[in-house]
Every structure is written in structure tokens, then in C-alpha cells.
């Protein structure tokens, strides 16, 4: 076959979209992108993760970044959301039995802050008329009566002491410590002389009396005290009373607007009761003296928070099912949080400091995250699979199983969790949860897998307009008309790299549309046309490829040696390509190989000096593989072979490269010089079949780049797999220069094919075991034979002079020193 033959037309370079399918003459016409480009698959996942009940059907969404998961998902959740009713509010109130562990109480969307203000408006009422009530005359006058009746007692009490004190002698005298017993002298106390100055035997008297008398004032003391204490508890009485008579109206009719929600009828029963013991609260508060107290704001107002209402969750502006998009899914965004204030060095708190987390908004609806975030952030990936688990949102400290020591803290009553988690990532964190995590294959059952492109045709070309229309009109970007549309086509099939295919990264899409914007806004278009986006996509390259630039302008130069013309045996360009971050570029290198005698080793220099990676390895290790099946079946391979990137001084990686090193290594051993005009791509396999890479259009490029700096001849060309024709979305300097005449590119599909363009000689098929002459096969499978002879002439040798030296050593003879180094360079050999 001919080089004419193996080389494609210009129309096989890329795949040009015809303006005129277009019928509009601006985007501005177009309507909006009503659904997705593609992603089909994805969202018959999302669909089906959203309506299947039951334990275990959340989401992850995986696929490239840019590809439109965030879009789709938001779109397609917020469309099933609207469907949907909006979930039951959620309030924490104080639990009056045990205030360390607050009530949770479930109420119908909407009614939530219907009783917080409902609960505001009690509180203000009962401020309001249990102090009136405390300050009427009615509640004044038995006040009255009942102190009265209280001093009027003890007065009898006292009275009645009194009488038998003085009549055995005695007075009763009141001090600042309490009621105390005198003797007295008539009418008077006596003194301490008179008493000092009595017998003995009156004394004695007058103390056994005084013994009898104090029996009696204590118990007489004891009555007054419990007079007292009756009188304190008729008083507490008679404002449960006025309390109750005052509230009683305002709770009925709160109980009876909750009728039909049991936990608040009951709550507000225990709120009825509370009051009522906690009267105090309601009294006129007196002034405070003293300065720390009205520091602390005040005890009975802030007491009063008790019988606030926490609104957690507060559905009464929601239409629908709540959908969350959590941006930090931190621990305590997602779970919640007690929140505590400092007062005077010690955090307080209450069961109205208690914050809702994502997880508490989006239930009954739907939670969004990124699953990355959620991995990075301490304790969150635990807490998203313990409340998915348990079926319960339970607000505790973050890490608290790990405490050394305990501490006292809000334990709020959990609230049960019904959510559907849609988590999107990337493809690898998907998959090293599903390997390492078993929760994880439990919890997310539904996996959406994005794909990076889509079939390329009329109807998909259509609605890459409607995505030019809308994202124009979406951030305020001028129209494109068909030229420009077109070219945006063109360019997404280049992202795929695929004639075929167009890519579904429509972030780098978009960025290239605002940028064509702008490139269009510097030349005074109205409308962006195909010149504009060319200006974009190129002044993007701009910006990236300085680096491209300093390495074609070494090889330019010489610093880098790289031939473009004339022919050299065991030498070929290589094609290998460069990332660097959003940007990748092909670059030749030089290849060479060298052949000598050895066992059948062919060693990669790169491998050795540990420069390349696993696949390259095995590239090499098939071209062993490849000789001793093709030229090897009746004789021993007795060849060793030396491969190398020259000017290779970072990793080595892929197998890219693979068929280029057995063109060099097989010109080595025919001694055929290979045309350094040419350069190759391609990976082998042991067959001989030249199997397709990928980066085929940067490749060339970069080859061509390199041709065009150092002249080009209008021989120069690439030889490519004929499977990567397809991947072909050559720039358009590129295919104008294969146009006319001054670059080629040839496809092969076989390595005798690929040695034929390189060196000008057939390669020869076997026949009758033998390959015609005047072929390449013909000059390999000869210098085999000649290397197998010479090592087969050196193991001979070898084994003479072993056998001569075994002899000599048995005579004690010396050994020559010239047969001592062919038997020590036969043993080498066969070491080798």
C-alpha cells in the first residue's frame, strides 16, 4: 500500500457544522433550555431515588465536574418538590418535669408560629391582669383577713402565756433573738442584784419555775409558728386562686383551639400548672437594690422565657416540600446545635438557645450536598449515616463519645428524620465508599452517573443552541448568531474529542460563551459570531501555553533534539502529551533504540532509573512478547534491546509510546533508517495491532506546532491508529495545512504498516517459513540469526574452555589469560 493510501482527507479532520441548519438568525429568538442536554440515565435515577420508599433510597450523584449535576439535581428536586406538601413544623418546649431534656412537639405546616404568638400572647395577658388582679381591692381585703386573723391569734396566743408567765412570776420580754422569760418584782423585771440578793432556796425556785415556764413558751412559740405557716399557706392559696381565675379563661381557649393536637393540649395543661405554682412571677416585681441583680437582667422577667416557644422548624411560608442545599455541611449545620451564653465566666443555657440544622429544615423534603465537603468536615459524615440509620435527628455536642469528662448540657428530645440525601461527587469518592464503607451501600442504594458526552446529531446540535440562547439570556450576554452557535458545536465535539460526540461540560462551555461575549463587545458585534468564539478559544490557549511555547522554541533551537527531516536507524518522534491544570499539549520526543547480542531482554532505560510508570512497564514488556512470537518460533531470541526517552528527565507514563519503540527497536536490528519527517502514536499489542490512545488531536498538533517553527517541507506528517480517525477535531490551521499539501496524517492499523511509511520498504509476509528479501522482516529475522549464531559460537566457547580449564586445574596447568576473558565474557553472555 501507498502513503496515499494510509493518508486522510482533509473532510476526516474534523467535523464541521454547517451553519445553515440553523434557521434562526440570533439566539435572542430562541426560547429556553426547558430540560437538560442528555444525562437521560441520570435522571431516570434521580426520578426513581426521589418516589422509591422505603429505608436506604438516597442518592449519590456522581460524574466530572462541569458536567451539569448541580443544575440537573436542583432542577429536577425543586420539580418534585413542588408537587409535594410542605412538611410539619417542629417546636421545643420547656419540659417542666425534667428542664435538662426540652419537648419536642410536632405540629401541622403553618401552626408553629401560630402557637409561638399564640404563647407570646398568653404570657402578655397574663403580665398584664394577674398583677391588676393582685393590685384589687377584693384581693387586697382577704389579704387583710387573712393577716388579720393571723395577728389576732397570735395576739390570744401570746395573751394567754402572758397571763400564766406573770402569774408564777415572770415576764415575757421581746428581743431582737426572740421571746424570753424574766422573773420579775411586781410589776417590774428584776434586776440582777435583786435576784443575786435572793435565798438560795428562792432562787432554786424561781430556776425550776423558769425550766417549767420556758416548756411552755416553746411549745406556745410552736403554735404561733404554725398560725403562721397556715396563714403563708392560706396567702400562696388565695393567688393559685386569683391566678387561676385570672388565666383560667385565656389557657381554656388555647386548649380548645389545640384540640385536635394532643402534645399541646397537654402542654399546655402543664404550662396551667406552672403558672399557677409560679404566681411570684406575676406579682409587681420591687425594685432591686442590689446592683448584681440588675446586673443578670432581672430574675422574674427572664424566668418568664419558660413558657416560650422554640420554632425549630417554621413551614408557615412553605408552599411545598422543603428542598436544603447545605453549602457547609459542618457538624452542627447539620445536626444542630445548643447554643450557650457567658454570663459573668459561665455558659448558660435553655431549651430557647436549641438552633435547627440542615438536616431539621429539609425533613419531610429534600437535602443537597456535596459529598467532598461533608467528608472534610469533622464528625459530619458520622453524623449524616448515624441520623439516616437511626431514622432521628439528635442534637448533641460535637465529638461527645470522645470526652474525657462528662459535662451537663441540654439533651433536647429528637426529633424523628424523614429526608432524602442526595450527596454529588466525584467518581472515585463514590466508589471508595462503596469499597470501604458497608453503611454506605445500605444508606445511598441509588447511584446517578453523569456521562462527559453525548451523541452528536442534528437534534443535539439544536439544543446546543437552546443552551447558548439561555445562557446569554441568563448572565446577560449578546446573542450569538448561527456562525457563532456553530462554532460552539465544533468545540464541544473537541472537548469529547470525538467527531461523534458532544461534551456535556457545560461550565467550560459556558465559559467559553461569555468569553466570545466579550471578544465580540472588542470588535463592536452585536452579535457573537464564529469569529468571536475562535477568538476566544484561542486567546485562552494564549494564556495557558507559555510553557508549550519555551519547549517548541528549544526544540526550535536545538536545546531539545528533535529532528523534523532526513532518516536515522533505531531513532523515531514519539508523540506524548502534557497536563497542566485546564490545559494539555502534545510534544514530540525522540526515541532510540539499540540492539546487541543477549537472552532475549529488552530494557527500557526509564524503568530502570525508576522514571516510568506501571502501564509504560507493560508497554515495553509486550514488545518482548511481540518479537518472540513473530520471529522467534525456531530459534532462541538472543538479542538484548536498550530503549529510552531521550531527554527525558520526568515520569514516564502510558503506553502510548509502545509502537513507536518497536518501529526504533525493529529498525535497529534491519538497520533501516526511519524518516524522521514522520512522527507516531499508537500502542501495540503482542500481535502486532496498533491499538488506539487518546490526546490524538493534541499529539498532532503539538508535532505540527514543531514542523511549522522549523520549516515545514511538505513531507512532515503523523502516523495515527485508524481506530482514533474518529477522535479527530484538528484545528483549523491544521486541516488547511493538510489541505494543501504542506502536513499528512496516515492512519495504520498494523506495525508492518506503520514500518512501511517509515522507512520506504515493504515489510514482507511470511511464506514457507520465510520472508521475501529485500523486506524489513526479511533484514530483522536475518540479524536474529546472526546474533543467535554469535551467542550460540560464544556458549560453545564457553563450554570448551570450561571444560579445558576444568583439565588444566586438575594438572595444575596455568590458564591462558586471553581464553580466561572469552570464557569470562561467554558466561556474562550467558548470564544475560
Not at 746 to 765: C, F, H, K, S
Amino acid at each position: 500500500m501507498t502513503l496515499q493510501d494510509h493518508e486522510l482527507t482533509p473532510d476526516r479532520l474534523r467535523a464541521v457544522c454547517d451553519p445553515a441548519q440553523f434557521t434562526f438568525k440570533s439566539t435572542a429568538e430562541l426560547p429556553g433550555l426547558a430540560d437538560m442536554i442528555g444525562q437521560d440515565r441520570a435522571k431516570r435515577a434521580l426520578t426513581f431515588g426521589m418516589e422509591m420508599p422505603g429505608e436506604g433510597y438516597n442518592m449519590f450523584v456522581l460524574g466530572p465536574v462541569g458536567t451539569g449535576r448541580w443544575t440537573m439535581v436542583r432542577r429536577v428536586v425543586e420539580q418534585k418538590a413542588a408537587s409535594e406538601p410542605p412538611p410539619q413544623d417542629w417546636v421545643y418546649v420547656n419540659n417542666f418535669t425534667n428542664p435538662a431534656r426540652p419537648r419536642a412537639i410536632r405540629l401541622p405546616a403553618g401552626m408553629g408560629c401560630q402557637l409561638r404568638s399564640d404563647m407570646e400572647r398568653l404570657v402578655a395577658d397574663l403580665k398584664r391582669d394577674i398583677p391588676r388582679a393582685f393590685e384589687s381591692e377584693e384581693y387586697e381585703s382577704r389579704r387583710a383577713n387573712i393577716a388579720k386573723r393571723v395577728q389576732d391569734e397570735q395576739t390570744r396566743i401570746f395573751s394567754e402565756l402572758e397571763e400564766q408567765v406573770r402569774a408564777r412570776g415572770f415576764g415575757l420580754a421581746r428581743t431582737p433573738i426572740g421571746v424570753m422569760l424574766v422573773p420579775t418584782r411586781g410589776e417590774e423585771a428584776m434586776s440582777e442584784a435583786d435576784y443575786r440578793a435572793l435565798p438560795p432556796d428562792a432562787r432554786q425556785q424561781l430556776e425550776h419555775t423558769e425550766g417549767e415556764l420556758q416548756q411552755q413558751l416553746t411549745s406556745t412559740l410552736h403554735r404561733a409558728r404554725q398560725v403562721q405557716k397556715e396563714a403563708q399557706d392560706n396567702l400562696t392559696e388565695l393567688d393559685r386562686q386569683v391566678v387561676s381565675f385570672v388565666a383560667g379563661h385565656l389557657f381554656d381557649e388555647l386548649e380548645a383551639r389545640y384540640a385536635s393536637i394532643p402534645e399541646v393540649v397537654d402542654y399546655l395543661k402543664q404550662v396551667r400548672n406552672d403558672v399557677i405554682e409560679q404566681a411570684d412571677l406575676f406579682k409587681p416585681a420591687e425594685e432591686q437594690a442590689n446592683p448584681l441583680a440588675q446586673m443578670f437582667g432581672g430574675g422574674a422577667e427572664a424566668a418568664l422565657n419558660r413558657y416560650k416557644v422554640n420554632l425549630l422548624v417554621d413551614n408557615c411560608e412553605q408552599k411545598n416540600a422543603p428542598v436544603i442545599i447545605e453549602t457547609n455541611p459542618t457538624y452542627y449545620n447539620l445536626v444542630g446545635e445548643v447554643q450557650q451564653e457567658a454570663q459573668f465566666g459561665a455558659l448558660v443555657t435553655d431549651f430557647t438557645k436549641i438552633r435547627a440544622g440542615a438536616f431539621h429544615r429539609a425533613n419531610g423534603g429534600y437535602l443537597i450536598m456535596e459529598a467532598r465537603s461533608v467528608l472534610l468536615n469533622p464528625f459530619a459524615w458520622d453524623a449524616l449515616e448515624r441520623i439516616l440509620k437511626d431514622g432521628r435527628i439528635e442534637i448533641e455536642e460535637m465529638g461527645q463519645q470522645y470526652r474525657l469528662f462528662s459535662t451537663t448540657t441540654l439533651e433536647p428530645e429528637p426529633i424523628p428524620a424523614d429526608v432524602k440525601v442526595i450527596l454529588i461527587g466525584e467518581p472515585w469518592i463514590y466508589y471508595l465508599l462503596y469499597a470501604l464503607d458497608e453503611d454506605f451501600r445500605r444508606l445511598f442504594k441509588v447511584k446517578a452517573d453523569f456521562g462527559t458526552d453525548i451523541n452528536r446529531d442534528n437534534t443535539a446540535a439544536q439544543q446546543y443552541a437552546l443552551f447558548v440562547a439561555s445562557y446569554c439570556r441568563d448572565h446577560s450576554l449578546r446573542p450569538f448568531d448561527p456562525t457563532g452557535v456553530a462554532k460552539i458545536v465544533e468545540h464541544g465535539s473537541r472537548l469529547a474529542e470525538d467527531q461523534k460526540k458532544l461534551a456535556t461540560r457545560f461550565s467550560e462551555i459556558g465559559d467559553i460563551i461569555a468569553e466570545a461575549s466579550y471578544w465580540a463587545g472588542q470588535s463592536g458585534h452585536q452579535l457573537v459570531t464564529g469569529e468571536d468564539v475562535q477568538k476566544a478559544i484561542d486567546e485562552k490557549v494564549y494564556r495557558s501555553n507559555r510553557v508549550e511555547e519555551r519547549i517548541r522554541e528549544m526544540i526550535e533551537r536545538g536545546i531539545i533534539m528533535v529532528d523534523t527531516d532526513g532518516a536515522v536507524v533505531g531513532q523515531v518522534n514519539g508523540l506524548s502529551v502534557t497536563m497542566l491544570g485546564d490545559y494539555e499539549f502534545g510534544r514530540p520526543s525522540r526515541i532510540t533504540a539499540r540492539t546487541y547480542v543477549g537472552r532475549g531482554n529488552v530494557i527500557a532505560i526509564d524503568r530502570e532509573a525508576e522514571l516510568a510508570g506501571p502501564i509504560h512497564n507493560k508497554g515495553v514488556m509486550i514488545l518482548a512478547g511481540y518479537l518472540g512470537g513473530r520471529y522467534a518460533t525456531d530459534l532462541p531470541l538472543s538479542l538484548s534491546a536498550s530503549i529510552t526517552f531521550e531527554q527525558s528527565y520526568e515520569g514516564v507514563e502510558g503506553d502510548s509510546a509502545s509502537s513507536a519503540e518497536l518501529y526504533a527497536l525493529l529498525s535497529s536490528l534491519a538497520g533501516v533508517p526511519i524518516r524522521q519527517d514522520l512522527a507516531v502514536t499508537g500502542s501495540v499489542n503482542q500481535r502486532g495491532e496498533v491499538q488506539p490512545i487518546g490526546s490524538a488531536a493534541a499529539k498532532i498538533e503539538g508535532f505540527y506546532d514543531v514542523c511549522r517553527v522549523k520549516g515545514l517541507t511538505g513531507n512532515q506528517g503523523v502516523l495515527i491508529p485508524a481506530q482514533n480517525v474518529d477522535n479527530l477535531m484538528l484545528r483549523e490551521d491544521v486541516v488547511q495545512a493538510v489541505r494543501e499539501g504542506r502536513f499528512h496524517i496516515y492512519q495504520v492499523r498494523t506495525i508492518d504498516e506503520g514500518m512501511e511509511l517509515l522507512t520506504g520498504m515493504p515489510a514482507g509476509e511470511l511464506k514457507d517459513g520465510e520472508y521475501p528479501e529485500g523486506t524489513i522482516n526479511y533484514l530483522v529475522t536475518q540479524r536474529l540469526r546472526q546474533l543467535a549464531e554469535v551467542y550460540q559460537a560464544f556458549a560453545r566457547a564457553a563450554g570448551e574452555e570450561e571444560e579445558e580449564t576444568e583439565v588444566r586445574k586438575t594438572r595444575r596447568e596455568p590458564v591462558p589469560q586471553a581464553r580466561r576473558r572469552v570464557f569470562r565474557r561467554s558466561r556474562a553472555l550467558r548470564r544475560r
